[in-house]
């Protein structure tokens, strides 16, 4: 089963993809889709201007090559990824639990030492793939944080389900959330 709609001006065809018995998502997956990749970031960018934001920040991984593309198209020197587990190049990590509707249980986002003082008294703008429980965004919301740094807003290429009702997140498109057999979710 899969899902047709329309991202940045580009059609994609998303797998339906089970969570539980009784809910579906449709998955986004920009990994190895360069054309959609640059299309998302650009027009992620045209939500938020670079002078509201010092740096931008997403969580591993489906985000990478999302917030990449728009550091690069953006002319940005640096971003940051709040990784999944501490790594031995992370001086002093500093961390905060999340919850995700596609990661099974709480994980942890990381934070080198390092990258945390360079957030310390910046604008972060945090960029997400999909939002849709809003675990992930709240994770990176506790890490900016306790990093020192104020968020000052939030961008994401799809929200899912009630997420699109949120006023607080900036998207590119809604996305609903499905029945077992493929029907959307009403």
């Known amino acids: 089963m899969t899902y047709e709609m329309t991202i940045a001006g580009l059609k994609r065809k998303l797998p339906i993809c089970p969570v539980t018995d009784t809910l579906y998502i449709a998955g986004f997956i920009c990994f190895g889709d360069q ?4 299309a998302c970031a650009r027009e992620l960018l045209k939500l938020v201007p670079a002078e509201d934001y010092d ?51 709480k994980q942890r986002l990381y934070l080198g030492r390092d990258d945390a003082d360079l957030i310390r008294g910046k604008r972060i703008l945090l960029v997400d793939d999909v939002i849709s429980t809003g675990g992930s965004l709240k994770a990176m919301e506790g890490l900016v944080a306790l990093a020192g740094g104020t968020v000052t807003g939030k961008v994401a290429v799809l929200a899912e389900g009630d997420a699109a009702k949120r006023t607080d997140i900036q998207f590119l498109a809604p996305l609903p959330l499905f029945n077992p057999d493929g029907s959307v979710m009403g």
């Open 35 to 38: 054309e959609i990749t640059v």
């Open 55 to 105: 740096y931008m920040l997403t969580a591993e991984a489906k985000s990478i090559p999302i917030i990449h593309e728009m550091a690069r198209q953006s002319g940005a020197q640096k971003y940051f990824i709040a990784r999944k587990g501490p790594k031995a190049y992370m001086p002093d990590p500093i961390f905060v639990e999340d919850e995700s509707i596609t990661t099974a249980g």
